[in-house]
């Protein structure tokens, strides 16, 4: 008897210490989906005013949890700005962004950093089963595909999916969406499955994939990263969705965006797993405007993709989780980085502290306890600060076109503009003459920024041939 008493103790031991305070805590932890549109602009969706694209199914998402209006991505272009959803940093701290290429292209020998820290490992570490699925774009080479960034399985294209290119007679075929015309590799973990994928099924299968993944995992905690391919142009749908929009392709392409989203939250619901279940929707950068209407809108947002002003940055963004958050519209500010800061808070993960973690946690606001405590945004065009906003003001030191030849001059402002993004959030009227002590304070929030940027390797520049590194010609305007 006396010698069972240490054995029943330490039985008694390892129940409370791994079994017991282990399930108690994992019952605690949402899972987490991210849904992330690709070139997706702040006006595309029914809940953002858009008249001819219908979302019921976001739509209802946005009724039933929260629709933030001041909402932001770290980048306007791909590459960084998935860089800084999944580590929380602005992309000038990973080196993950670049004047050019300003993407990761189909030759770089390198992606994310190893030493960076992603959502998925910090997930990963407290028990998360993760998966991505779609595009990945943080990395072609097998060492840096989702499997060596803390994602258990990868299903999708790893790059854009109008890289790779062929088979057209003349020129770049964005307009022109055939099928045959793309070799986009579809890759399962860290095989490739099909070398050039029929990319009119990706969205239905990325939905599907998900389903099983959710189905899979359903009595553990989880996270989905789900960054769809669509709507970056070349545009496709499945034969369901033909026609399918009042707005054409475009709005095909964003309407089985739609449908697929409300067949996650379908799912969630029929497996009671909607109470503890936060998703999440966003897109990566603004309207790909130079495709007019294969592209998207910003709505009354000035600019687009690929540049500073607030289309280029501005996204819609859906926050879901009944019984837990707070429905309704949210007008702080928040940012894609926000969503890595947050998670790991609700997840009872681990933030690093060994580095500058740029998101914030939006716990007051979702769950509608306070305001939330992101006052600022930095916009950056490659691997320089362009603008700054403060509060309700945004001041831009430099401004330049998005694409195309214009694009080759920057401006250079003194003073810089500001706008008034509360009254004019379309940024048509410079109020610095009014204002010089706002003007002061971002200036002085600028500089300081600035110190704290410690220079890293860039990722981008990697196998770059520099002479295909354009000039750009700064101008300077006096106003
Ligand atoms: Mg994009």
Redesign the pocket.
Known sequence: MISLLPRTFALLLVFFSVLGPKSVAAADRPNVVIIYA??LGYGDLSCYGHPTIATPRLDRMAQEGQRWTDFYSAAS??TPSRAALLTGRLPIRSGMCAEEPRVLTTQSPTGLPHSEITLAEALKDVGYATMCIGKWHLGRPVDYLPRSQGFDEYFGLPYSNDMGWIRHPEKYPGLDPKADYYAGPLIRDVTVLEPATDQRLLTKRYTAEALDFIRRHKDRPFFLYLAHTMP?VPLFRSEKFAGHSRRGLYGDVVEELDDGAGQILDLLRELHLDRKTLVVFSS??GPWMIFHEKGGSAGLLCGE?GGTFEGGMREPALFWWPGTIKPGVVRGMGSTMDLFTTCIKLCGAKLPADRQIDGVDLSPALFGTGDSPRDTMFYYRGKKLYAVRHGRYKAHFFTRQAYGKKALTEYEHHPPLLFDLGADPAEKFNVAAQHPDVLAKIETIAAEHKRGVIPVENQLEKGFPPERIPKVKTIQVEH
């Open positions: 690709d070139d272009v791909c970056h990566d950068n993709k």
